[in-house]
């Protein structure tokens, strides 16, 4: 396997920028926050990472934002994933696996609707910041 | 509680970024079945009782889960080193900066799993701040080294916002092929 170098990331990078430009979300970010604390990387928090970035890239989305958190004190559900859309109420997701995070992605993101069984409280007080 | 040493390593370099530091190196040397991985900041560093009490799984500094009375990052680790027969090492100065060490003999049983640490990477690199983290990664076989190094600053030069989803598609896709490369 020929090993990539940072020059041939950013060709890469590049390449995918352009193909990324077709396609606008209102110029507005979309947040999508992962609880990866101990309990989420147990349930498959890094599956439901890889299956979120796949499926944005699938779905030529710009504009979204990925990010981690620790636990959301929802363990009983992991793994989570809070869904910022501009326009739509922010949405805690549970029992958020590869399959889920795609339907999140091409329902919540793309058509703008909710996705259904996976709605979750918000997080719980002691990991609101003050 | 972790699953695999990546887990530990992440765990590791969101302690550095909470103690403060500006920079962070990870280092993971494998040798056969011998792993060794340390993690060293310039972030506030550690009193002697304050290493100690690190140790403890029941003492926890109250910041990041106010209503929590245990921190178990290090002890899990610590338990997991002396369950499997590996190395630990914390040395720590107050104002200085935290330079912690752990090793495993991969073929332990009751070593945990290496897992992918291409994984591990991507997720030490979601977090956000302005530190930066740099990654050396050696592989030692039939007397020959091989490696890569990769630094937050680099991947943010060449790919932007590490946040954005594309960016951080294309860094994962990037440090899987640094470690195929080393497998190869």
Same mark, same amino acid.
């Given at each position: 396997?020929?090993?990539?170098?940072?020059?041939?990331?950013?060709?890469?990078?590049?390449?995918?920028?352009?193909?990324?430009?077709?396609?606008?979300?209102? %110029?507005?970010?979309?947040?999508?926050?992962?609880?990866?604390?101990?309990?989420?990387?147990?349930?498959?928090?890094?599956?439901?990472?890889? /299956?979120?970035?796949?499926?944005?890239?699938?779905? %030529?989305?710009?504009?979204?934002?990925?990010?981690?958190? %620790?636990?959301?004190?929802?363990?009983?559900?992991?793994?989570? /994933?809070?869904?910022?859309?501009? %326009?739509?109420?922010?949405?805690?997701?549970?029992?958020?696996? /590869?399959?889920? /995070?795609?339907?999140?992605?091409?329902?919540?993101?793309?058509?703008?609707?909710?996705?259904?069984?996976?709605?979750?409280?918000?997080?719980?007080?002691?990991?609101?910041?003050? | 509680?972790?699953?695999?040493? !990546?887990?530990?390593?992440?765990?590791?370099?969101?302690?550095?970024?909470? @103690?403060?530091?500006?920079?962070?190196?990870?280092?993971?040397?494998?040798?056969? #079945?011998?792993?060794?991985?340390?993690?060293?900041?310039?972030?506030?560093?550690?009193? $002697?009782?304050?290493? #100690?009490? @690190?140790?403890?799984?029941?003492?926890?500094?109250?910041?990041?889960?106010?209503? $929590?009375?245990?921190?178990? !990052?290090?002890?899990?680790?610590?338990?997991?080193? *002396?369950?499997?027969?590996?190395?630990?090492?914390?040395?720590?100065?107050?104002?200085?900066?935290?330079?912690?060490?752990?090793?495993?003999?991969?073929?332990?049983? *009751?070593?945990?799993?290496?897992?992918?640490? @291409?994984?591990?990477?991507?997720?030490?690199?979601?977090?956000? !701040?302005?530190?930066?983290?740099?990654?050396?990664?050696?592989?030692?076989?039939?007397?020959? #080294?091989?490696?890569?190094?990769?630094?937050?600053?680099?991947?943010?030069?060449?790919?932007?916002?590490?946040?954005?989803?594309?960016?951080?598609?294309?860094?994962?896709?990037?440090?899987?092929?640094?470690?195929?490369?080393?497998?190869?």
């Amino acid at each position: 396997m020929a090993k990539m170098t940072l020059e041939d990331l950013r060709k890469l990078r590049e390449t995918k920028k352009s193909d990324l430009e077709r396609r606008s979300l209102e %110029g507005k970010d979309i947040e999508i926050i992962i609880g990866m604390g101990t309990c989420g990387i147990a349930a498959g928090a890094k599956v439901s990472l890889e /299956a979120f970035l796949s499926a944005i890239d699938a779905a %030529g989305l710009k504009n979204v934002t990925v990010k981690q958190t %620790g636990c959301m004190g929802l363990c009983y559900v992991e793994p989570t /994933a809070e869904i910022r859309v501009p %326009g739509m109420p922010d949405t805690i997701y549970g029992k958020v696996d /590869a399959d889920t /995070a795609r339907e999140i992605v091409e329902t919540h993101l793309v058509k703008k609707k909710l996705v259904e069984n996976h709605i979750f409280d918000r997080p719980a007080a002691d990991v609101i910041r003050n | 509680m972790h699953a695999v040493l !990546g887990d530990f390593v992440v765990d590791c370099v969101q302690n550095s970024i909470e @103690a403060g530091a500006k920079l962070i190196k990870v280092d993971v040397r494998q040798e056969g #079945e011998r792993i060794k991985i340390s993690i060293e900041d310039d972030g506030c560093g550690m009193s $002697r009782d304050e290493q #100690e009490r @690190a140790l403890d799984p029941f003492f926890t500094n109250g910041k990041k889960h106010i209503h $929590r009375r245990v921190g178990l !990052g290090l002890p899990f680790l610590k338990q997991a080193v *002396d369950l499997a027969g590996g190395e630990f090492s914390l040395v720590s100065e107050k104002g200085r900066g935290t330079v912690l060490s752990f090793g495993f003999d991969l073929g332990g049983m *009751d070593s945990p799993p290496q897992g992918r640490l @291409a994984e591990a990477f991507l997720q030490a690199l979601l977090f956000g !701040g302005e530190h930066e983290l740099t990654i050396h990664r050696r592989l030692c076989r039939g007397g020959r #080294e091989d490696e890569y190094r990769i630094s937050r600053g680099e991947l943010r030069e060449a790919l932007g916002d590490l946040d954005r989803a594309e960016s951080l598609k294309l860094a994962g896709e990037f440090l899987a092929n640094q470690e195929d490369s080393l497998e190869a």
